[in-house]
């Protein structure tokens, strides 16, 4: 998998993300030297932890996805029709859209393995 550029959106939305979770982390390190309630503590946590795992969403979600899209992509075009692989690529074609986070490494791993069949398929074919 090669490194990719991200979308400069995304790159404005994490990083906006992570300057209000800096805020709330020099917030809560004031709360404790103020001797603030640690029940009240505990809830800046939480949202911190909230925040830093939707920015993390984002950044996989966006890598992962364009990942595989670009191996569905690399699949439809090495697939002359009769590689044998066709009912699983046109199958990754049309879930695409509907998958979870979750999904997507695994769909991503599906896809490259596709991806190493044909290459060796259409090795041997030319």
Known sequence: ???????????????????????????????LEEGKDPEQINIQFKSIDKGIQKAHYLLLDEVYRKALAIG????VDSCPGNCGNEDKIEYLKNEFPNLELSDLTNKLKEIQAIETRLKSYNEKKG
Do not use: W
């Open 1 to 31: 998998m090669q490194p990719q550029k991200l979308p400069s959106d995304l790159i404005l939305d994490i990083k906006t993300r992570l300057k209000t979770l800096s805020g709330q982390i020099n917030g809560i390190v004031k709360m």
């Open 72 to 75: 569905i992509v690399k699949a």
